[in-house]
Nanobody, 118 residues
């Protein structure tokens, strides 16, 4: 089992920045990939960004490219999401996820709210 705890959400004005963190604990040695997803009210959960644990390969959704950056801290078993130039449409609950195979996520955090005001 892997436990994921997110932090760093909050309220920010459009154009501002936030940094989300996700701390992983438990059986993290076998984790291959971690990612951020988000879900806005009335919408499906959508992929935001991912990073592989051994190689640090990243992937970002087109909607956040150039504004959001996913990174990892191996020593802390943590992954971060730096969000710049935030827009009202970025408002959502952001979830951290982890899995043992690329593109497959079986562990999820409880989510952290990000609200961007116009």
């Amino acid at each position: 089992q892997v436990q994921l705890v997110e932090s760093g959400g909050g309220l920010v004005q459009a154009g501002g920045s936030l940094r989300l963190s996700c701390l992983a604990s438990g059986r993290t040695l076998s984790v291959y990939t971690m990612a951020w997803f988000r879900q806005a009210p009335g919408k499906e959960r959508e992929f935001v960004a991912s990073i592989t644990w051994p190689g640090g390969l990243t992937s970002h959704a087109d909607s956040v490219k150039g504004r959001f950056t996913i990174s990892r801290d191996n020593a802390q078993n943590a992954v971060a999401l730096q969000m710049n130039s935030l827009r009202p449409e970025d408002t959502a609950v952001y979830y951290c996820a982890a899995g043992y195979r690329r593109g497959t996520y079986i562990y999820w955090g409880q989510g952290t709210q990000v609200t961007v005001s116009s």
